[in-house]
């Protein structure tokens, strides 16, 4: 089917926080002054004149625009013909942007009509607009005068402007916004009501996926740090802490009667104890924590991208201790230690056994 990214469109109904956690943020561009309905979505520096999307009808009037942006980057632009505080994003329609004599029906997989961008900006602006844009540029005494260099560079000082090409409390703007990461081509959406009836347009830069600016790995981080139970996670701080101080004996404690495991990922930290020993250099900590056993394999929710332990402390670029070397050459090729439900299990069954052999000697 055509490209449709709908995690991005919702993405612009989220709450400030939940865009946080998704490392977005919402900005405001403008309101954009609609005088004649018909909507214009284009590079504004290189083809003002393009034609208005062919429907659905908007009335005239003042509609604000934000911008969805990722590490200061806008990557997705909405306008809102309608209180975001009203729309019911589960029964929101979302239907493709499409000039007189473009049809949905006739594009491939992936596939979209967009507008195309030369010049790293893409706009919202009422039709009417394109004439103030030729009027504004007119006024140049050089001929050869782009409307950018000549007229706007000297406003747009962020990543959004909200511009009047015939100054401020004329009757026409066009909202501008950088496009994404780039120049290329970029396809707009209507959100439609229940009813068929327009309560935004969003045109999608194509910088993100499903309404996430995480990568692949975070998001992995991400989820496995919201399963824990509040327990578990103060448990696996205490672990760190640990760690930290060189605290063995509260390691042996902690290992031995907390549920926190010496390969689990701690929060905040985004690697495990294990971890944590080779880059501090403790030797007496990783002894504890590999209790005999080999290195087990890093998990595959924590952060930086590390293949194994091994690996991670012969690449350091300061050279870890003799004493920790060894340890590790010597977990290299041990089996796995036991995990933590097999040694509570071998402790169950020694005590079963302890109780039989006093039983059996009192016979």
Known sequence: MAYLDTGNLLCTLLDDATLQRRELARRRAGVLRLTSGRVVACDPFVNHDRA????????PGAYPVDVIAHRDMPVLAALWLRDPAGIDAATLQWSPALLPGQDAGTLADDRFFGYPVDAGTGCFMDADAAEAIAQR???EEDPHADYYNHVV?????????????????????????????????????????ADG?????VTDFLAIEGGDGRDAETIRYDAYVDGLTPEHADALAKLH????????????????????????????????AIFEAIRLDRPQALE????????????????GGISGYAD??????????????????????????PTKEAAAGETR??????????????R
């Open 52 to 59: 208005p999307f062919a429907g659905p009808a908007v009335a």
């Open 137 to 139: 540029l007119a006024q």
């Open 153 to 193: 560079a000297g406003e747009m000082r962020g990543q959004t402007l909200d511009h009047y090409p015939m100054g401020d409390g004329s009757a026409h703007n066009v909202v501008m916004f950088l496009s994404g990461y780039g120049d290329g081509s970029y396809p707009s959406f209507w959100g439609l009501s």
């Open 197 to 201: 009836s327009p309560v935004l347009l």
């Open 241 to 272: 802490a640990a760690v930290v101080a060189d605290d063995v004996d509260a390691l042996r404690s902690l290992i031995a009667d907390g549920p926190a495991a010496a390969n689990d990922v701690i929060p905040g930290v985004g690697g495990t």
């Open 288 to 303: 504890i924590l590999l209790a005999g056993g080999g290195l087990p394999p890093v998990p595959a929710v924590a952060l």
């Open 312 to 337: 991670y402390a012969r690449r350091l670029k300061k050279p870890r201790s003799a004493a920790l070397m060894g340890i590790i050459e010597a977990a290299r090729t041990a089996p796995p230690g």
């Open 349 to 362: 069954a020694a005590g079963l056994l302890s109780r039989l052999g006093r039983w059996l000697g009192r």
